[in-house]
């Protein structure tokens, strides 16, 4: 690690979407926010008020639209959009849940899903894992490179996103970053990339909002295991 400034990286999942308790692959479907969803963005737009970003940028999906542009509006910044960071392009899946997918897919989505599935695009025009990871890999060095004299920037996007960004700073095979990295609606993770490639991991899969992680709440349902042990 150098003693030059770092690129402080905020990225973070958009909130909750339509048929959250069976989700969907979304993927690039314009997939709306339940009124929920809106609050938990909000909520983050307001945590991180105070944060003096250098630029905001989010996917042009609405769903992480919204929570870029309630950020850039809380913060004095332009919400800077780019196709780049959407979710991974699930073919002629989207929109499917996994129930729906198995029932005439069961052998080929288990064979993606596998860890010999990485060249293997989704069905109907879909990309395949490794395609992806290179995708927001270059959209995240563009990022690094358009800030190369540090300071603290914003993204807004997806959870496949999220933890794509995470693979590449911790050196994780994709495949890996897909299934162990946790990445709840309105996540927040907060990264210091340093010139020479350094990365400290600060925050992974972390919540703000009103409740906190000492209060009850999702906050500290989160902390307490509940979605694991209920």
């Known amino acids: 690690m150098t003693g030059s400034k770092p690129l402080r990286l ?10 959250a308790e069976n989700p969907p692959f979304n993927g690039w479907c314009d997939a709306q926010l339940t009124p929920l969803g809106k609050q938990q963005l909000d909520q983050v737009a307001v ?10 940028y989010s996917s042009d999906l609405s769903r992480a639209v919204y ?10 910044q332009s919400l800077i959009q780019n196709p780049k960071w959407r979710e991974m ?20 989505i288990h064979k993606i899903l596998s860890h010999d599935g990485n060249e293997i695009p989704f069905p109907g025009g879909g990309e395949s894992p490794a395609g992806f990871s290179e995708r927001i890999n270059a959209a995240l060095k563009n990022l690094i490179e358009k800030h190369s004299g540090g300071g ?3 993204l807004v996007a997806h959870g496949g996103t999220c933890k794509m960004i995470w693979g590449k700073l911790l050196k994780l095979p994709a ?16 990264a210091d990339i340093y010139p020479d490639g350094y990365c400290v991991a600060h925050l992974i899969n972390g919540y703000l909002g009103p409740e906190g992680y000492h209060k009850s709440g999702p906050g500290f349902e989160r902390l307490r295991g509940d979605h694991i042990f209920s």
């Open 47 to 56: 945590g991180l008020a105070d944060i003096p970003f250098e630029a905001v």
């Open 67 to 76: 929570g870029g542009q309630r950020l850039a509006d809380s913060t004095g």
């Open 152 to 154: 603290r920037v914003a």
């Open 10 to 19: 905020f990225f973070i999942r958009h909130g909750q979407t339509e048929n």
């Open 89 to 108: 392009n699930f073919g002629r899946w989207e929109g499917l849940n996994y129930q729906q997918i198995t029932q005439d897919d069961n052998d080929l």
């Open 175 to 190: 495949e890996v970053a897909w299934q162990f990295i946790r990445q709840d609606f309105a996540a927040v993770n907060v």
